[in-house]
């Protein structure tokens, strides 16, 4: 079970960073959201692993549930942020005509682009 947590994380991360690294704003959108779900399975994997864990009842080894909580506020958070960054984007792309984040054009584009 943690090797498939620890597998499952690090794509998450390594995909997060690829898009993250990519010039268009979508992937960067993409990458930025990819890399929240790795943090909030980090957070979420802290709160114990094993299969004999309580969360609710009698049992003798109840799950921490600050992870649990953590994870929750992060996720309304990364929901918040990402509408946030979305509608940035959409912004960018209405003010300078092209949808890269550093605002310059493909060399495709440059013919069609003006600022």
Same mark, same amino acid.
């Given at each position: 079970?943690?090797?498939?947590?620890?597998?499952?994380?690090?794509?998450?991360?390594?995909?997060?960073?690829?898009?993250?690294?990519?010039?268009?704003?979508?992937?960067? /959108?993409? #990458?930025?959201?990819?890399?929240?779900?790795? @943090?909030? *399975?980090? =957070?979420?994997?802290?709160?114990? &692993?094993?299969? +004999?864990?309580?969360?609710?009842?009698?049992?003798?080894?109840?799950?921490?549930?600050?992870?649990?909580?953590?994870?929750?506020?992060?996720? /309304?958070? #990364?929901?918040?942020?990402?509408?946030?960054? @979305?509608? *940035?984007? =959409?912004?960018?792309?209405?003010? &300078?005509?092209? +949808?890269?984040?550093?605002?310059?054009?493909?060399?495709?584009?440059?013919?069609?682009?003006?600022?």
């Amino acid at each position: 079970m943690e090797a498939l947590f620890a597998v499952t994380l690090g794509l998450l991360t390594a995909s997060g960073v690829y898009l993250l690294l990519r010039a268009r704003t979508f992937p960067v /959108v993409l #990458g930025l959201t990819l890399l929240s779900y790795a @943090v909030n *399975l980090f =957070l979420f994997s802290m709160g114990r &692993l094993s299969g +004999d864990v309580a969360v609710l009842g009698q049992g003798g080894n109840p799950a921490d549930p600050l992870p649990q909580a953590l994870v929750l506020t992060a996720i /309304v958070i #990364g929901f918040a942020m990402t509408a946030f960054v @979305v509608v *940035l984007a =959409l912004r960018g792309v209405a003010n &300078l005509g092209s +949808d890269h984040v550093d605002g310059r054009p493909d060399r495709r584009e440059k013919e069609e682009w003006r600022p």
